[in-house]
């Protein structure tokens, strides 16, 4: 059974269907896992095994919902009726919502079940997940090592075999960025792809996704997520084909540019450069062009404008947590860095904001004129290898130089929040160091499907799926 937590979603959904293996039977052993791996790793901060069981027991040979009986974790960064939501934060207190975000029940209709909440960073802010309130997430490649953030505990269940996939979000590569720490596919959808509803009307930055272990169920699972839903202020144009489709086919012969630049200045580890290098061998030996770039974002002076659209909305859900709690945000319900973020927006004014988002779309637009020489381009996934627990710190004394601190272990994701480009994950090789080593790619604007066709070929020229951390598929040692 702990093989079969390690599967892709559509193969289990395949045999729960055809009456080969029982919903009630996966979930349980996934509830199961997830007791018994929890305390070591802190990848769940909310668990409902009486919902999860009742939600499989209802789920009978012959369903036809894409993935029934299923089990899914959901990131606490979206509301579902009826669990705790928390956002990593004290403001939040003890809230529970009596309803489900549009992603939520989507995922409810295409018959997965929910088995519980995963952790993250207070407000999804840092690439590493170890919030004051829920404590720290753990890499299962090594648990003395970040799995990443802000979707660190989704990464951390799939990558240890507690759950076959996870939902996650992505605001400045909290799903790239954990994917490429635990060894999974972890996509950010184009700007506008996944409805951020009902709250929200729509997000300059983040997008939901999922982290998964194959590039199809990458593709299966964007399909069930992609699409307009009632009152969305945006939304990004359907595809011509079907995601799944798209990662079923031939890319055919592309422009691949190739950088190790990135938006600011800092050094690369040798490891994650090594992977770039080689995953751009590997695209040459499969028929591409690729040539090294001239990465259009050197120079550009975004950091300070980036802060500020960044912060922005963190400083809203402070607000927003306290609106639900009937509280103020305070230095005793925020992380040091939070409050310091909460602060600093305060003093700017609403023009301030105006004026970094103007300045963020008018280097986009000369960014995304890269692809019009290129199909895709390919950066390293990480500056660094994951950085070990406590080594980044939202509750130190300078909290500022530990969010400078975060740019450095991730320098390259962020960028492809600010132009709304689609940006993939890969895990396709593994360090000296036993550590899962990724790569990016990103595509153009709204263009998933050449993005997800290309990943797939490389998928299936240089399989990951069984290359797992011991945890995956053992008990934790007494």
């Not at 009726?81 to 004290?90: C, I, Q, R, V």
């Not at 964007?222 to 995601?243: H, N, Q, R």
């Not at 580890?269 to 090594?274: F, L, N, S």
């Not at 500056?383 to 980044?392: H, L």
Request: charged content about 20%; overall charge negative.
């Amino acid at each position: 059974m702990n093989e079969l937590l390690t599967r892709p979603a559509g193969e289990l959904a395949n045999l729960i269907r055809d009456g080969e293996l029982g919903s009630r039977e996966l979930t349980q052993a996934c509830l199961e896992r997830i007791e018994a791996l929890n305390p070591e790793l802190g990848a769940f901060i909310h668990v409902d095994p009486e919902g999860a069981l009742a939600a499989a027991e209802a789920v009978a040979p012959g369903d036809p919902r894409p993935f029934a009986g299923v089990p899914i974790a959901i990131k606490d960064t979206a509301a579902v009726a009826g669990m705790p939501f928390t956002m990593g934060s004290d403001i939040f207190g003890d809230f529970v919502p009596g309803h489900d975000a549009f992603l939520v029940r989507r995922l409810r209709e295409a018959g997965f079940v929910l088995v519980g909440k995963t952790n993250l960073p207070e407000f999804g802010i840092v690439p590493v997940t170890e919030s004051r309130r829920l404590g720290p997430a753990r890499n299962p490649w090594d648990t003395e090592r970040t799995p990443g953030g802000s979707s660190g505990g989704a990464a951390a269940a799939v990558a240890a075999g507690m759950v076959p996939l996870a939902h996650g979000s992505d605001g400045g590569g909290s799903i790239r960025i954990p994917a490429a720490c635990c060894g999974l596919v972890g996509l950010k959808p184009s700007r506008g792809r996944v409805s951020r509803g009902p709250e929200l009307g729509d997000d300059f930055l983040v997008q939901d996704g999922v982290l998964t272990r194959t590039v199809a169920e990458t593709a299966q699972l964007l399909d069930v997520l992609a699409g307009y839903e009632t009152g969305d202020a945006s939304w990004a144009p359907p595809p011509a084909e079907s995601f799944a489709r798209a990662a079923a086919r031939n890319p055919g012969r592309l422009r691949i540019g190739v950088t190790t630049a990135g938006p600011i200045e800092t050094g690369l580890d040798p490891e994650c450069e090594r992977g770039v290098r080689e995953a751009a061998e590997l695209l040459a030996s499969l028929g591409h062009e690729v040539e090294e770039v001239a990465a259009p974002w050197e120079g550009e002076d975004l950091m300070q404008a980036f802060t500020l659209v960044f912060s922005t909305p963190v400083a809203t859900g402070a607000f927003y947590g306290g609106m639900l709690t009937g509280r103020e945000p305070s230095p005793e319900l925020l992380e040091p860095l939070t409050w310091t973020i909460w602060e600093a927006v305060r003093e700017r004014s609403a023009l301030d904001y105006l004026l970094a988002r103007t300045r963020l779309t008018g280097a986009s637009r000369g960014i995304v004129a890269l692809w019009d020489s290129c199909d895709v381009v390919l950066t390293p996934a990480l500056g660094e290898r994951p950085v070990r627990i406590g080594e980044i710190d939202t509750c130190s004394d300078a909290p500022w130089e530990d969010f400078a601190r975060s740019s450095r272990f991730t320098p390259y994701t962020a960028l492809f929040n600010v132009t709304g480009q689609p940006a993939v994950s890969l895990p396709l090789f593994q360090g000296a160091d036993g550590l899962p080593t990724g790569v990016q790619l990103a595509g153009r604007p709204a263009d998933e499907v050449t993005l997800l066709a290309l990943a797939a070929q490389l998928e299936a020229a240089s399989p990951w799926d069984e290359r797992r951390p011991a945890l995956s598929v053992t008990e934790p040692s007494s």
